[in-house]
């Protein structure tokens, strides 16, 4: 099993910055990818921007060049630096880890609101 616990969500004005943290625990020997998503009202869940266990990250074109993904592989997290905000960035985030045995888990969601 593993526990996700984000933090960091909150209201904004446009053109400004937020940073999202996610925190994994639980009984598993490793984590393979690790990354955030994000689902708008009446939309899908969609990725935003993920990295693998070797480091590869990978962001969705709306998001690439402002937010940038950050792990750290020894205390289990994963951050979400976001700039230059948007409307269209409102959304509730979700933190998203696949354990070794392929499994992925969610946390509970944390919500960005950017508006002036």
């Known amino acids: 099993q593993v526990h996700l616990v984000e933090s960091g969500g909150g209201l904004v004005q446009p053109g400004g910055s937020l940073r999202l943290s996610c925190a994994a625990s639980g009984s598993y020997t490793s984590l393979r990818n690790m990354g955030w998503y994000r689902q708008a009202p009446g939309k899908e869940r969609d990725l935003v921007a993920v990295v693998t266990d070797t480091g590869i990250t990978n962001y969705a074109a709306s998001v690439e060049g402002r937010f940038t993904i950050l792990r750290d592989y020894g205390l289990n997290t994963v951050a979400l630096q976001m700039n230059s905000l948007q409307p269209a960035d409102t959304a509730i985030y979700f933190c998203?880890?696949?354990?070794?045995?392929?499994?992925?888990?969610w946390g509970q969601g944390t919500q960005v609101t950017v508006s002036s």
């Open positions: 998203n880890a696949v354990a070794n045995w392929g499994t992925a888990y």
